[in-house]
């Protein structure tokens, strides 16, 4: 019942831009931090960005900090990754997180930067 469907990955150029997505159903959306994490091959799944129910905090991932933006509409139940300037170490697979106490993940949506 509960869902998380990860949006708007892709191949992009080096110092190009993209835009992910994340559609929640199933839970109450604004009562619950959304966060956003990536995970490369042969590496640990690591949190790239967060944001707390009422936007009131935000954290990110110093690797990828002035570059990339978490936002949430919480009248559509999506939170957004915007992602500026990637570079080739951006490359991953970039999953959606909800938590309050009991957490879930979406699916992923890949993220592949390369010329």
């Known amino acids: 019942q509960v869902q998380l469907v990860e949006s708007g990955g892709g191949l992009v150029q080096p110092g190009g831009s993209l835009r992910l997505s994340c559609a929640a159903s199933?839970?109450?959306?604004?009562?619950?931090?959304m966060s956003w994490y990536r995970q490369a091959p042969g590496k640990e799944r690591e949190l790239v960005a967060l944001?707390?129910?009422?936007?009131?905090?935000?954290n990110y991932a110093d690797s990828v900090k002035g570059r990339f933006t978490i936002y949430r509409d919480n009248t559509k139940n999506t939170v957004y990754l915007q992602m500026n300037s990637l570079k080739a170490e951006d490359t991953a697979v970039y999953y959606c997180?909800?938590?309050?106490?009991?957490?879930?993940w979406g699916q992923g949506t890949q993220v592949t930067v390369s010329s």
């Open positions: 944001i707390t129910s009422a936007s009131s905090t935000t």
């Open positions: 199933g839970f109450t959306f604004s009562s619950y931090t």
């Open positions: 997180r909800a938590e309050r106490g009991a957490g879930y």
